[in-house]
């Protein structure tokens, strides 16, 4: 069973960017759809970026424009490039595969204005 792992979380200021990272114990970035997804205190978890075995991206509103999902194959690892941070994107992030399936920690990401 494969696991992943988040990191790269932080306390970050308003308009200030971090760089999410996922960790996978097996090669699969090449061969499945995967996303970061996120869950804001008392809000349901939502999928903010999806990038499919095929390298193809896309975006949830909130985040385009902003946010970049990418991976390294070689690396076993897929990244989450959050540039021009909000408040509102205050959350625990997590990475899954898509449609997701057992959720791992996560990593909390924490803007201030």
């Known amino acids: 069973q494969v696991q992943l792992v988040e990191s790269g979380g932080d306390l970050v200021q308003a308009g200030g960017s971090l760089r999410l990272s996922c960790a996978a114990s097996?090669?699969?970035?090449?061969?499945?759809?995967m996303g970061w997804y996120r869950q804001a205190p008392g809000k349901q978890r939502e999928l903010v970026a999806h990038?499919?075995?095929?390298?193809?991206?896309s975006y949830g509103d909130s985040v385009k424009g902003r946010f970049t999902i990418s991976r390294d194959s070689a690396k076993n690892t897929m990244y989450l490039q959050m540039n021009n941070l909000k408040p509102e994107d205050t959350a625990v992030y997590y990475c899954?595969?898509?449609?997701?399936?057992?959720w791992g920690q996560g990593t909390q990401v924490t803007v201030t204005s």
């Open positions: 899954n595969f898509f449609p997701a399936r057992a």
């Open positions: 097996g090669n699969i970035f090449s061969s499945a759809n």
């Open positions: 990038i499919s075995s095929l390298g193809t991206t």
